[in-house]
């Protein structure tokens, strides 16, 4: 579960406080009943940026590693798409690979939901979804998002404050020097054949690993990406990128998606709108207004895509865009990490 309503794609879950709902009891240990085959969990606190992470790392256990190293998919959200990542691994998604899920492990351990769910003091009630829910996006936004112009900010009431967003370009140096040499010193993985995947906000992530490290990843694939985030301010950096693509410094293979009933611009129901309390609603309402000339969910996408299609790169530089039929921006991520991985598995370096 995400704060806010389905309906309503991520800005909207970001402004919308949980609903009121019962209480799930949830008693410790967290049940894990079944494992992934031919994983590992691995959990480190970061020196960049002092939060903990959980990794889940699926290792090839039949194919040996080829003479360069296996590739190697680092997916975003891994908490919630290890078990959808690690499927698609098995099923054969292409050459054999490495897949490494970045979460926090939020599904292991109650103190770390309660922390993040912004629990009072002495607050001892049963963990529910809506507490998962609450910890989940404050570890997002914190780690997926670029920082925010005050003018562009959401209201206090939502928990996103200056401090609270913003840790993106950390978060990437949390990968790049700490996360990758933990997973070559467990697996032999080959470090010019790796992929990065992120969905909605962890979209955002992607494009912003793209425009300014296009060479950290031999694959980029941004599902759904959140472009609209702070005004687009996520472009500002797309023509540095045009130049290292067609100087020859970079040459990256770009996967683009979106679902095709996502909603390209924010048009909450009147019903949702209704539901919440006065203040609250006119918040919405001047959010959805200022956001209107920012970049639609699909258009964004799709537009981002055709300018990148159009760089003349190197041989090896690719750009796609794919829309998935029927389906929205909550139901998309299966399709999208499918062929994102079927992507950036399809051809060697």
Same mark, same amino acid.
């Given at each position: 579960?995400?704060?806010?309503?389905?309906?309503?794609?991520?800005?909207l879950?970001? +402004?919308?406080? @949980? /609903? *009121?709902?019962?209480?799930? %009891?949830?008693?410790?240990?967290? #049940?894990?009943? &079944?494992?992934?085959?031919?994983?590992?969990h691995?959990?480190?606190?970061?020196?960049?940026?002092?939060?903990?992470?959980?990794?889940?790392?699926?290792?090839?256990?039949?194919?040996?590693?080829?003479?360069?190293?296996?590739?190697?998919?680092?997916?975003?959200?891994?908490?919630?798409?290890?078990?959808?990542?690690?499927?698609?691994?098995?099923?054969?998604?292409?050459?054999?690979?490495?897949?490494?899920?970045?979460?926090?492990?939020?599904?292991?351990?109650?103190?770390?939901?309660?922390?993040?769910?912004?629990?009072?003091?002495?607050?001892?009630?049963?963990?529910?979804?809506?507490?998962?829910?609450?910890?989940?996006?404050?570890?997002?936004?914190?780690?997926?998002? +670029?920082?925010? @112009? /005050? *003018?562009?900010?959401?209201? %206090?009431?939502?928990?996103?404050? #200056?401090?609270? &967003?913003?840790?993106?370009d950390?978060?990437l140096?949390?990968?790049?020097?700490?996360?990758?040499?933990?997973?070559?010193?467990?697996?032999?993985?080959?470090?010019?054949?790796?992929?990065?995947?992120?969905?909605?906000?962890?979209?955002?992530a992607?494009?912003?690993a793209?425009?300014?490290?296009?060479?950290?990843?031999?694959?980029?694939?941004?599902?759904?990406?959140?472009?609209?985030?702070?005004?687009?301010?996520?472009?500002?950096?797309?023509?540095?990128?045009?130049?290292?693509?067609?100087?020859?410094?970079a040459?990256?293979?770009?996967?683009?998606?979106?679902?095709?009933?996502?909603?390209?611009?924010?048009d909450?129901?009147?019903?949702?709108?209704?539901?919440?309390?006065?203040?609250?609603?006119?918040?919405?309402?001047?959010?959805?207004?200022?956001?209107?000339?920012?970049?639609?969910?699909?258009?964004?996408?799709?537009?981002?895509?055709?300018?990148?299609?159009?760089?003349?790169?190197?041989?090896?530089?690719?750009?796609?865009?794919?829309?998935?039929?029927?389906?929205?921006?909550?139901?998309?991520?299966?399709?999208?990490?499918?062929?994102?991985?079927?992507?950036a598995?399809?051809?060697q370096?």
């Amino acid at each position: 579960m995400k704060i806010g309503r389905a309906v309503v794609f991520a800005l909207l879950c970001s +402004l919308v406080a @949980a /609903p *009121a709902q019962a209480q799930i %009891a949830i008693a410790p240990p967290w #049940p894990a009943e &079944v494992t992934v085959p031919f994983s590992h969990h691995l959990k480190f606190t970061s020196s960049i940026n002092g939060e903990s992470y959980t990794l889940l790392i699926q290792v090839p256990s039949i194919a040996p590693p080829p003479p360069g190293g296996y590739p190697v998919i680092y997916v975003l959200d891994g908490d919630q798409f290890f078990g959808t990542a690690s499927d698609i691994n098995l099923a054969g998604a292409g050459r054999t690979a490495v897949v490494v899920a970045i979460g926090h492990g939020l599904l292991e351990d109650m103190a770390v939901v309660a922390q993040y769910a912004g629990r009072k003091a002495g607050d001892n009630s049963p963990i529910g979804p809506a507490d998962i829910g609450q910890a989940t996006n404050a570890l997002r936004f914190h780690d997926l998002a +670029l920082p925010v @112009a /005050p *003018a562009h900010r959401a209201p %206090a009431w939502t928990g996103l404050t #200056p401090d609270s &967003v913003g840790g993106l370009d950390d978060f990437l140096r949390v990968i790049e020097t700490e996360i990758k040499p933990k997973v070559a010193a467990l697996v032999h993985i080959n470090p010019a054949d790796s992929a990065l995947f992120g969905h909605s906000i962890g979209g955002l992530a992607v494009l912003r690993a793209l425009f300014t490290e296009p060479t950290a990843f031999r694959t980029f694939i941004a599902a759904s990406p959140s472009i609209w985030w702070d005004a687009n301010s996520v472009l500002a950096d797309e023509n540095n990128f045009d130049k290292a693509v067609e100087s020859g410094r970079a040459s990256p293979r770009v996967l683009i998606t979106v679902g095709a009933e996502e909603p390209d611009k924010l048009d909450p129901p009147q019903a949702f709108l209704d539901s919440l309390p006065p203040d609250r609603k006119s918040d919405v309402i001047a959010y959805v207004k200022m956001a209107g000339s920012w970049e639609g969910m699909i258009s964004g996408a799709r537009n981002l895509a055709g300018r990148l299609g159009k760089l003349h790169g190197g041989s090896n530089y690719k750009v796609e865009f794919v829309s998935f039929p029927g389906e929205r921006h909550e139901t998309v991520p299966p399709a999208a990490l499918s062929r994102g991985m079927h992507f950036a598995l399809e051809t060697q370096p």
